[in-house]
C-alpha cells in the first residue's frame, strides 16, 4: 500500500492505493489522527487506487469522520471503484459518508458549506 497526502487550501487529502485491510489500516489510522489536529478537520480520503477493503479500514475511515466531527470538521470519501462502492452500500455505510465521484467535488463541498 502506498499512501500519499497533500493540502488543497484548509483541506487535507489522503490518497491510498493498493489494499486497504487490516495490515495496512495502522498507518491510515496515524495520518488520520495527524490530519484531524487542526481545527476544523476537512479530510478527503481519496480511494481511487483501492480495489479492496475490509472491515478494519471501514472501522478507521468510521472512527476518523467521527473524530473528525467532534472538532466541527469531517471525512469524505472520493473516487470509489466498483468493488469499494459495494462494499459500503452492502454495509449501509453509503449513508453515512459524504460520497463523492471526484476530489474537486469534494473539496469543493467543503468550501460550499463554510460561505
Partial sequence: MELKTRQVNDVTIIE???RFDTHTAPPVHEL???AILEKPAYVVVN???VHFIDSTALST???GMKRSRQVD???RLCNLQQP???IFELTRL????????SEVEAIEAFQEANT
Fill in 94 to 101: 453509503d449513508r453515512a459518508f459524504e460520497i463523492f465521484s
Fill in 84 to 86: 469499494v462502492r459495494m
Fill in 32 to 34: 488520520l489522527q495527524e
Fill in 47 to 49: 480511494l481511487e487506487a
Fill in 61 to 63: 475511515l468510521v472512527a
Fill in 73 to 75: 470538521g469531517d471525512l
Fill in 16 to 18: 491510498i492505493e493498493g
